[in-house]
């Protein structure tokens, strides 16, 4: 099946079943000018799980709903098995959150910023705050406001740490890291699920990250789900073959997502089966998940099979 | 009361606390220095200026228009914060009383030190006392509004304000009271008897009205601002709205 979701799936962990931190079921949202549409989608504990889309598919807006900053038009939300109609301070307890916009109080150092914020958090540790700007390299007695993009988000990311959250959830973050605190950033993320019982929740359009780390990837388009599935089943489930087209025309019509020619070839992403042969000549690799986003963004868009 | 507006700006009683209530003065005394303070010497060197009055309104409303955009505009940190919608209730509700009450308390004494440094009217005073009263409570609903008429934009806002039937009445009443105290300034009277009372009566309906219009909303300003999609619909419009004025 072309599109697959993991609802409903039995995860467990070293044997061990894993409660779902996110459950989303058929869940509509309007807002201005956008929509939503019956998304449903489940995120177990321990994982990475990457949201991608083009820019507008509604991955912001999804994860707003997440954070309960918007509640749905129809389906339902749950974090953590609990409702944020009952239960809103016990799921914002248990979230960290790195945003886009300038979440903090301009006229505060970062050290007051994680006071004031850090007492709404019944684990917020302040040492261990600090000896996390320290190691990102970020001065705590400077004001939110004199902080560039890019250290911003160091801090965002800092505090959301500094509360020992069991859900972190990130709006596009690494694309205003420098390389070497990307690196820095990709290893606190695997160890902050390594314990199997929190998961992250990344939305991004930047792939080459997902492509190490992401456990499951969820696609969005135009507000719809096209995608919610284990990385390792998708890279099992797709090929990407480069060649000649003809030879690439010789496989079942209905298994060619997208397929593009070029001066010196084609490329095409198709849908594998065990039972396919494919000719020597032509290349078959795993497809990257930018070479996925790219063909069925393609295909979306009226792109030809063949 | 009090302890809870210091709780709404953090740690109690904490440095923090003092340097943000020390930000709200300083801006009270960039207005002061900025306008009141040319005015008054302006009034001492040649005598009356009855447009001066207008002037001295300017740096008022743009402290209370300003706060009441603020008590709408809450950190969005704080709608992800772990507080059910009754903490958030609660922290609004502080963030009102700071925002609103302070620099009411702060204008009076600063128009109390004017009263005697400068030997300006006891009418004047009592006229900067009741647009006080007016403005702050008056501007606390426009946001209301604009939350509730969710098809109308901006400055329609305004008038829905003033058409409102209690705000309509409130807003009359000053008009009466400020153009009184005009005509008895241009004209150098005394406040007669009747007159008098008349003012002081009007100023006790006013202030009564503005106590029931406060009453009677703040319950709503308050459910709306801890709604976060009202409160940043709001701030879109409202920046929507000064881009277009820009």
Partial sequence: ?306 | MLRNAWYAYGKAYSLENLKRLWNFSAIWIFFYMLFLLPVNILEVQDGKHLALYYLKMLPLMFMILNNALVLLTMPKRMFLCPMNKQQRKKYVLNLFWIKVLVPVLVGIVFNLLELFLFKTSMVYFGSLVIAFFVVNFSTCLFPQLNAREKRKRGWENLIMGASSVWNGINMLLACVQIGLIMYLEKYEKALSMGEGIALGISTVIQILLCILIWKKNMPCIIAEATDYEICFRIRKNSEKNALNRG
């Fill in chain 1, 1 to 306: 099946m072309f599109f697959r979701t993991f609802l409903e799936r039995d995860i467990a962990v070293e044997g061990k079943a894993v409660e779902s931190m996110v459950k989303l079921e058929t869940v509509t949202k309007k807002v201005e000018g956008f929509s939503l549409k019956e998304i449903s989608m489940e995120i177990p504990g321990g994982y990475i799980c990457g949201l991608i889309g083009p820019n507008g598919a509604g991955k912001t807006t999804l994860l707003h709903l997440i954070m309960g900053l918007l509640k749905p038009d129809e389906g339902s939300v749950s974090i953590f098995g609990k409702n944020f109609s009952e239960e809103e301070a016990a799921i914002h307890d248990d979230m960290g959150v790195v945003l886009q916009e300038r979440l903090f109080d301009s006229y505060l150092s970062l050290k007051e910023n994680g006071a004031y914020y850090g007492r709404f958090y019944s684990r917020y540790e302040e040492v261990y705050f600090l000896e996390l700007l320290q190691k990102y390299g970020l001065e705590p007695g400077r004001k939110y406001k004199a902080l560039s993009k890019g250290e911003e988000l160091k801090f965002q990311f800092a505090f959301a740490l500094s509360h020992h959250p069991r859900l972190l959830l990130l709006d596009e973050p690494t694309g205003n890291f420098d390389p070497e605190f990307r690196e820095e950033f990709l290893t606190d993320l695997k160890e902050f699920i390594s314990d199997g019982e929190r998961s992250v929740i990344l939305a991004t359009h930047l792939t080459d990250d997902l492509d190490r780390m992401a456990d499951y990837i969820t696609y969005l388009e135009d507000g719809k789900m096209l995608l919610s599935q284990n990385i390792e089943e998708l890279r099992e489930g797709y090929r990407m073959l480069r060649g000649e087209a003809y030879k690439i025309k010789l496989l079942p019509q209905e298994n060619i997502i997208y397929m593009e020619q070029g001066e010196f070839g084609a490329k095409a992403l198709i849908e594998h089966r065990r039972r396919f042969q494919y000719d020597a000549a032509l290349t078959v690799s795993y497809p990257t998940i930018e070479e996925l986003m790219y063909c069925m963004t393609k295909r979306r868009k009226g792109g030809k099979r063949c």
